[in-house]
């Protein structure tokens, strides 16, 4: 049973740890999915902030110097390839003016005759011209051809594109360069990494000229977390739950697990402490058909009294059998009272069975006035074993020493013997439950549950036991109960 619940345990710790693992790994997932989410709304962001900037009215960029013309032309090359020609011309403003002054007659299509002719005849001061066959359509060249004017009257910077970024609250880096064919589209670089996120979008501002700009910036994780809020809390909620839900299964059954064992072993060591007022209940009865024996009114009133406290004893260790079995306890149920332990030594001490040939020497050096605080049965039965345990494993003479003390709220009891001692090697294993050692694998009767019944209701006192042993020479146990 330990065996299967060890590995419960170790199963069930495994389980909280992948759960945790994958849990971990889907937040990084939605955390790395949210990222890009983000980078696509800056993005469109971005293109509808230079939309606008290209969009706003020609006075914003107008150079006072010069007038432009546009034209746009089809054109197929070699291989019969559909392209454009754009042109651009910037005439000078100021002869323009002159040159229009003296001219008010209009034509059909609202110039005058000189307008008409100055743009048809008239010499530019600058003149460009490009063809493009990777133009997306031919609306796209006519904005690629503003972008061009309005570059050629207020040519962008690294500190423009900063301040029109400022506009839509985002900060960066930016960057201007050439490129070696015409691109037409906006492109973003995603972040490499998630603890410090950043992202670059290469911006067209002028396609033909085969300008672009590059802007690099940071994405606050607050800004990524703001959206994962929900998912985040129904992670954590859910998450929790479930470690509480197993912690709590492997809790309970370790729960039982303990109770089961406490009660196994408590029943079994009790059982063991059965032969004792089943012995003197057949010791009684054996005294009461003699006759001789009954004759004498002393010797009757011992046996009857002896077998009354048998009786009281098998009533008491039935009730606490009962107890232990029937109702929901971790612990041995204790009737707690107030012991002369003194005088219960000497009981203990007198109604202990020498065998024949054996010379024992009791000593009770604890003091009339030494109470201490325990259950009455139980603390009997724990001086009785070490007791009888002293008389068995001797040689033909021993003395057996009792002595108390109180200090600092904890009882202090040793029971001293002058027996064999325990091998060194084997005090490590004394309390286990059904070990006996060198000296009990003998003729000595007994099935190792002494020791162990010991240690189990020294431990339900939340007390310690302690032996001290050499072989040869005796053994002490110091019994310690809190007060």
Known sequence: MEKRIKTLYIITIAAILTFLGMQVYWLYCRYEASLSEQEDKILAAIQTQMEDYF????????????????????VRDSLDMKGFKAEIKWFDREEYT????????HSKNGMTKKEESFWTDWTPKIRKSYE????????????????????????????RLDSIMSAIGLEGKSRIFKTDTMIWNYSLTGHSSV???KAAVSIPYSELEKKRAEFV????????????????????????????????????????????KLRTGFITTMIHELKRPIS???????????????????????????????L????????????????????????LQLINLRSMLEDIMESTVVPAGKSVKFINEIDDSMVVSADPTHLNNILSNLVENAVKYSGSNV?????????????????????????????????????????????????????????????????????????????????????
């Open 55 to 74: 969009n706003k009215d020609r006075k914003t960029y107008w150079n006072n110097k010069f007038l432009t013309s546009y034209t746009l032309s089809t």
């Open 98 to 105: 002159k040159y229009l002054e003296t001219d008010s007659i």
């Open 132 to 159: 493009t066959t990777n133009a997306p359509s031919e609306g796209d060249v006519w904005k690629a051809m503003k972008k061009v004017d309005i570059e050629f009257s207020l040519p962008m910077s690294a500190n």
């Open 195 to 197: 603890f410090n996120p």
């Open 217 to 260: 910036f940071s994405i606050p994780a607050g800004d990524v977390l703001n959206g994962m809020w929900g998912t985040l809390a129904i992670a954590v909620l859910l998450s929790c739950f479930l470690i509480i839900c197993l912690i709590f299964q492997i809790s309970t059954v370790l729960k039982l697990s303990r109770l089961d």
């Open 280 to 310: 003197t209940l057949k010791m009684s009865v054996s005294g009461l058909e003699n006759e001789r024996m009954m004759s004498d009114p002393n010797i009757k009133k011992e046996l009857l009294f002896e077998t009354r406290l048998a």
């Open 312 to 335: 009281d004893n098998l009533s008491a260790y039935f009730s606490k059998l009962r107890d232990i079995t029937f109702n929901d306890v971790e612990q041995i149920p204790l009737n």
């Open 399 to 483: 003395v057996i020493k009792a002595e108390a003390s109180e200090n600092n709220g904890i009882a202090e009891i040793r029971i001293s013997d002058t027996g064999n001692g325990i091998p060194t090697g084997e005090l490590k294993h004394i309390f286990k439950r059904f070990y006996r050692g060198k000296a009990g694998s003998g003729d000595q009767p007994g099935m190792g549950l002494g020791l162990a019944y010991v240690k189990l209701l020294v431990d339900a006192h939340g007390g310690e036991i302690i032996v001290e042993s050499t072989e040869g020479i005796g053994t002490c146990f110091n019994i310690s109960l809190p007060q």
